[in-house]
């Protein structure tokens, strides 16, 4: 037997020796551009900039992808430079996210997804506090959920967007799936199940075949549910993964969920506003005059400029019985003249428009 850390095989020991000697150059590569990244935020902090700026970030990501030729995958590859902005971005000035809480919620697992594990994290009770917080600038960025491919809009959100001068930085899609987690490992025990009332809803139907006699409990969000699995002697969650790991729960049954691809999109929102990368989304908020029609005649303007609207929601402006405002989300930047001379047409044909963020457009990958 050989002596640990010595292999018998000279070939394997011959490429360590080459691997070491790669990591020795990774590892100065490394702090070299961090170096540089910290001059970059030295130069930003003077002119009063932000530290993320989220186009060149997708720049650096589009030219990296086209420039690599494997075996790296792609998916590895953006992992490891989220990971290495995300450390610059720390050094150029510690940055705070508030999400929507507790901790281990969807919107906890997309923050992390986005800003990386080296931001200070704030977790917040509400959506609207998590707008506040932001406001008032306790916290750089915020992520709220704004959509769900299965339940729909996130109306808290899309009403606060009106009250808020907050612009949106980014979105990020995310894909939600749910586990069983008790603290005993087998269904047998489980009398009681929480959940947040959307969880509940979309593993209706295995719950119903796995778990017949079950009382099925409505808590504020997945996590809470996790906790009190935590706590409650023959209690069981449906939630993620990672609130089994951070409430000590063992995942009874995986994916859970009635439907595949359940897809929740989050969004961003930050004081400053983020420049052109040639793939982006610019989304919109407007109300029109109560005549008929009067929908149409403010959307022409996009159609006739050939501007792609990914997206129309309506919710009531609450101001006045049936008028509404409309979300639209279209292709383009406001840094394209295209997209500027369009709102600004559209502006003199509704009673109300707000351009809520021009920001890269994520996959859903
Ligand atoms: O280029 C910049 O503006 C930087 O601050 C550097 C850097 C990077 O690590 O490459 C870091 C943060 C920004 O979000 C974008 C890029």
């Given at each position: 037997?050989?002596?640990?850390?010595?292999?018998?095989?000279?070939?394997?020991?011959?490429?360590?020796?080459a691997i070491d000697a790669i990591d020795d150059q990774l590892l100065e590569l490394i702090n070299e551009r961090l170096r540089l990244v910290m001059d970059?935020?030295?130069?930003?902090?003077?002119?009063?900039?932000?530290?993320?700026?989220?186009?060149?970030?997708?720049?650096i990501?589009?030219?990296l992808?086209?420039r690599?030729?494997?075996?790296l995958?792609?998916?590895?590859l953006?992992?490891l430079f989220?990971q290495i902005m995300?450390a610059s971005?720390?050094l150029?000035?510690?940055?705070?996210?508030?999400?929507?809480?507790?901790?281990?919620?969807?919107?906890?697992?997309?923050?992390?997804?986005?800003?990386?594990?080296?931001?200070?994290?704030?977790?917040?009770?509400?959506?609207?506090?998590?707008?506040?917080?932001?406001?008032?600038?306790?916290?750089?960025?915020?992520?709220?959920?704004?959509?769900?491919?299965?339940?729909?809009?996130?109306?808290?959100?899309?009403?606060?967007?009106?009250?808020?001068?907050?612009?949106?930085?980014?979105?990020?899609?995310?894909?939600?799936?749910?586990?069983?987690?008790?603290?005993?490992?087998?269904?047998?025990?489980?009398?009681?199940?929480?959940?947040?009332?959307?969880?509940?809803?979309?593993?209706?139907?295995?719950?119903?075949?796995?778990?017949?006699?079950?009382?099925?409990?409505?808590?504020?969000?997945?996590?809470?549910?996790?906790?009190?699995?935590?706590?409650?002697?023959?209690?069981?969650?449906?939630?993620?993964?990672?609130?089994?790991?951070?409430?000590?729960?063992?995942?009874?049954?995986?994916?859970?969920?009635?439907?595949?691809?359940?897809?929740?999109?989050?969004?961003?929102?930050?004081?400053?506003?983020?420049?052109?990368?040639?793939?982006?989304?610019?989304?919109?908020?407007?109300?029109?005059?109560?005549?008929?029609?009067?929908?149409?005649?403010?959307?022409?303007?996009?159609?006739?400029?050939?501007?792609?609207?990914?997206?129309?929601?309506?919710?009531?402006?609450?101001?006045?019985?049936?008028?509404?405002?409309?979300?639209?989300?279209?292709?383009?930047?406001?840094?394209?003249?295209?997209?500027?001379?369009?709102?600004?047409?559209?502006?003199?044909?509704?009673?109300?428009?707000?351009?809520?963020?021009?920001?890269?457009?994520?996959?859903?990958?």
């Amino acid at each position: 037997m050989s002596a640990p850390g010595i292999d018998v095989d000279p070939r394997i020991d011959d490429r360590r020796k080459a691997i070491d000697a790669i990591d020795d150059q990774l590892l100065e590569l490394i702090n070299e551009r961090l170096r540089l990244v910290m001059d970059v935020g030295r130069i930003k902090a003077e002119q009063g900039r932000q530290v993320l700026d989220s186009s060149r970030e997708s720049r650096i990501f589009d030219r990296l992808l086209s420039r690599n030729r494997g075996p790296l995958d792609e998916k590895v590859l953006i992992h490891l430079f989220t990971q290495i902005m995300a450390a610059s971005r720390q050094l150029q000035r510690p940055q705070r996210v508030s999400f929507l809480g507790p901790e281990a919620t969807f919107t906890h697992i997309a923050a992390m997804n986005h800003f990386g594990p080296s931001v200070e994290y704030a977790p917040q009770p509400s959506i609207r506090d998590v707008f506040r917080d932001v406001e008032k600038g306790e916290s750089h960025y915020g992520l709220v959920p704004v959509e769900n491919s299965i339940e729909g809009a996130v109306n808290h959100t899309l009403d606060l967007f009106f009250e808020s001068e907050l612009k949106i930085c980014a979105e990020r899609y995310l894909q939600i799936s749910h586990d069983l987690l008790s603290r005993a490992g087998g269904l047998k025990a489980i009398r009681t199940v929480y959940s947040h009332p959307q969880a509940l809803a979309q593993c209706r139907m295995w719950l119903q075949k796995y778990l017949p006699d079950a009382v099925l409990k409505e808590c504020n969000s997945t996590a809470r549910a996790a906790q009190k699995a935590a706590e409650i002697e023959g209690a069981a969650a449906v939630a993620s993964r990672e609130a089994a790991q951070m409430y000590q729960l063992a995942v009874v049954a995986s994916r859970i969920e009635d439907v595949a691809r359940n897809t929740t999109r989050f969004l961003v929102i930050g004081r400053d506003a983020v420049h052109r990368t040639g793939r982006d989304k610019t989304s919109m908020m407007f109300v029109t005059s109560h005549v008929p029609g009067a929908l149409y005649k403010v959307l022409k303007p996009m159609s006739d400029a050939g501007l792609n609207m990914v997206k129309l929601e309506s919710r009531p402006t609450r101001h006045e019985n049936w008028s509404y405002f409309f979300f639209v989300d279209v292709e383009g930047h406001i840094e394209d003249a295209a997209v500027s001379e369009t709102l600004e047409g559209m502006k003199k044909l509704c009673l109300y428009l707000k351009h809520l963020g021009s920001y890269p457009k994520a996959s859903e990958g």
